[in-house]
């Protein structure tokens, strides 16, 4: 069985690495004063950080170079030491490193600067600017970064108001790599992304001089890095999980590959600062049978590429990966699916997970945390997956199905535990209606019942005035309490049965499975143990009284059945004292309508005990309606924040596609009218028959809640329906009376009319004008939402099939790839894509050149572009081979 650890030994391209360029050491800085800050402790202590690319960089010294580089090679293969000096300029503290076989430049260097001061000492400086020692460190092969720009005294951002020419001249060297700051809020100075103040647009105007170099413009983009500046061993062991440190992309421990990064920035250096702690990440995938039959795909933590002709594997890996994850369930009824796929996936918190599954079976996901193996839920880690030509179809047209629109947006935020609790509150719902129903179809004959048996009274009580007057009083009493009598008889019969204290009753390892994997740590197993036993003391607490109540209620029983039996006696004698007085009436011929009166005194007994049996319900009625009330007013809270998440994320969405989308102005809304598909449904099959429009149905659906129109049809409020929705009062009274059921009525209660999402497009022009989204071409719109998945708050992995699809190669290099390389480090992206601008300046760090050899999809030349046989696969595969590639160059003139 391919266990992890097969999986990574295989290449899985470039990879980020932890880098301090600026530390000092002891001996060589006058101002550090710990003297265990030597260079051999600050590589050691490098290497236990997981440092990979250090700098020691003393003030005005090359002291301690040397010493730094032998003691290196101790640990080569682990961590590059750059030779590296700081110096005080005349505008400010500027970084310079150098290539470890040119160590000794850093004392060059300080030979052509004109050095003031004893090398080391505090007071040491040059009175060259800034922009001169650049241009001097240049020459001898160096690379340069301004030192802590935002610092007061030092930095040479704050070091003078205003932006003289000599901060010009600093910034559009082109010795000049990066720019370092000491605040995290500060790493959007001096690019695109500065604030809008009246500085931070000086400041973007500055650094956009270097577009216009012969000598910066392929590298416009400084580098903006942090570094700890440690002047002791504690500074530089820093507890904070946040760690001044920059993160830099680097195919190989060399000042080249360090150099190739500080060229290109934006897809290859990061603050520390900026990112998450961790992100969730799918490690590696295994293939068994198939047309993938044997291959293992071990993934880079960010952009991963695969490539490759027609009819090679490229689509199939990562429908493998969707399907071994449960996104795509589709894909096991294909031939070429794999008989077996595992997968290996890391959570954001770094529990490891593997995922197993056979063609058609189930899915079977077993987590690894301290030490121990257990199985968890299916969705325990997912992906954000969108097969090919999937976007497409949310794209062709977001206002005619927006319930598809926002399934998309809600990829991106968290909601499932909303939608638990909608599932869980509505499913209550459901079973309080079903109990709701027929208690209230119940006291909703009690009107018509009273007034029956007041009609009865009021016949009787003018029979009491005639002959009869004295056997009419008499047995009307007694019709009320032989109703009695029939009432309390069913009580007894409910005494024996006995009562349930179930409802009381609670089960704890349901509980327990409804929740989900536990953490199972033992301080938590020890509370939950304890919660189970005091639930089990509940229960047997419960069971207990119940016993003890039904052995009370059924010797009442006995007791009120023996009574009864006494009542039984009195009536029986009652019976016979009127019987034998309407004897007596007959044979003076005085008995008049006698069997209508009798009638009436049977329909009062059996009305009587109907309104008796409604009546006591009356509490369970109260109860079950201040249950779904409750249950309703936890439902509107819980859609409430639903929509408050919703909307939240669109401040993110609006500036992402404001970025993105120059041609038009952009933006996403919610609409109050709301997605109505369920409502129209259910209002346009009530209405059937009626000759209602569906156009006047979808209206009143906009118009109103279908929580507001329950509440008007259980009101019988005619005019409030013709108020709100804007219809006339005939209308109104016909909705009215058709949705008058209790059912209808809780199926609105319980329906839910979220917001609708709308896509708002509007012309730059003077004034602007709204156009519809519709008339936006198939790539503008599959723009948008590719925008929207790919700079989404959301860290899940992002797996696309061909996103370039019904785009141009002009718009994927200037939107699609600088979003690519924006996210680095931030997320990971799994991509198929024939196109070059994706896989190449994406600057993708694991290219898999996908072919077709034996009839099976093989990966070959895996790797990074920095990777040789990779660049020449990609070449092949993207450009046509070296060949066409220069033809395409000779022709465009280059």
Known sequence: MIQLKDVLTIDN??????ADLHVHSYGASADVRDKTMTPDAIIESAVTQGISLLAITD??????????QEYALKHAGSILVLPGVEISTSHGHLLVYFSPAQASHVGKLMTKIDLQGVMGAQ??????SMADVIREAERLGGLCVAAHIDREGTGFDKL???FPNWKKDILTSSGLYGLEVDKSTNLNMYTPDDDQSPQGIDRKRLAGLRNGR???????????LQGSDA???????PRSPVKPWSRIKMSELSFEAFKVAMIDPEARVRAVAQLPKSIPRVRGMHCAGGFLDAEIFHYSDNLNCFIGGRGTGKSSAIRSLAYGLGAHEGFGDLGHCPDTISIWCEDANGVLYRYDRNRGGDITVRAKEDGSITEVPQDSFRIEYYGQGELADVAKDPLSNPGMFQDFLDRHIILRDLNDQEDTLV???RENAAQLIPVEADFAQLPGKMQSLAEIDKKLKVAEEGNLKEIVGIQTRLAAEKALLATLEKTVQEYRQGFSLSVLERNFDSMCQTAGALTGEPDSQSALADVKARIAESNAFVLEKQAELNARTKTAAEQIAASLVKLKTVHGKIDGDIAGKLADLRTKGLAGNLGEIQTLLRSKQTISQGIATIEQRRTH????????????DELTGIRNEMTKRRKEQLTLINSNLTKTITDYTVFVKYEPSGIIEQFFGLVSSVMHGSYYQDSHCRSLCQKITPLELAAFVLNRDVQGIARAAGIAAEWAAEIQKRFFTWKNAFDLQAMAKPPCPVIVVKTKSTPSCEIPVIQLSDGQRHTILLTIAMLAESNLPLVIDQPEDDLDSGFIFSSIVATLRTIKEKRQVILVTHNANIAILGDSEMIFPMKRENDKGKAICRGSIDKIDTKESAQKILEGGELAFKKRQAIYGY
Request: proline letters at 0%; hydrophobic letters at 40%.
């Open 214 to 224: 012969q000598e910066t413009a392929g590298r416009a983009r400084l580098a903006m």
């Open 621 to 632: 009625l109260n109860t079950l309606r201040q249950a779904r009330q409750k249950l309703l």
């Open 59 to 68: 003030h005005n010294t090359d002291k301690n170079v040397a010493v730094a």
């Open 160 to 162: 003078h108001d205003g």
């Open 231 to 237: 002047h002791s061993l504690v500074n530089f062991t």
């Open 427 to 429: 499913n209550r719902l």
């Open 13 to 18: 391209g470039a990879k980020f690495l932890n």
């Open 123 to 128: 007071d040491s400086h040059t009175a060259m």
